[in-house]
Every structure is written in C-alpha cells, then in structure tokens.
C-alpha cells in the first residue's frame, strides 16, 4: 500500500521519480518499437556488410 500512494503521489510524479509499476504497461510497446526499428534498419545493415 505503501507503494502505491508513493507512485500515485503527485509531488513524486512531478518531481521525477520512477515507479517501477509504471514501467510494466509500456514494456510490450517497447518491445514492438524495437523489433520495428529492428526490420527497417536490416536492409541497410545488410549492405553495410555487404560492403
């Protein structure tokens, strides 16, 4: 509980702090930007290789 009204504090929020609660949510977004980024960019890895 103790926790929870940390991460929920406006103040805390405000002056920057990070809850690791917070951080779950975002993780599968993350994760498809990743992989995104990933298939774009092997083309140009692959000719960079390529020489």
């Known amino acids: 509980m103790r926790d929870r009204l940390v991460c929920n504090s406006s103040f805390q929020n405000a002056a ?3 809850c690791a609660r917070d951080a779950f949510p975002m993780l599968p977004a993350l994760l498809r930007g990743v992989i995104f980024i990933s298939a774009l960019a092997s083309p140009f ?3 960079l290789l390529a020489g």
Do not use: L
Request: proline content about 0%.
């Open 16 to 18: 920057g702090a990070f």
């Open 45 to 47: 890895v692959a000719a």
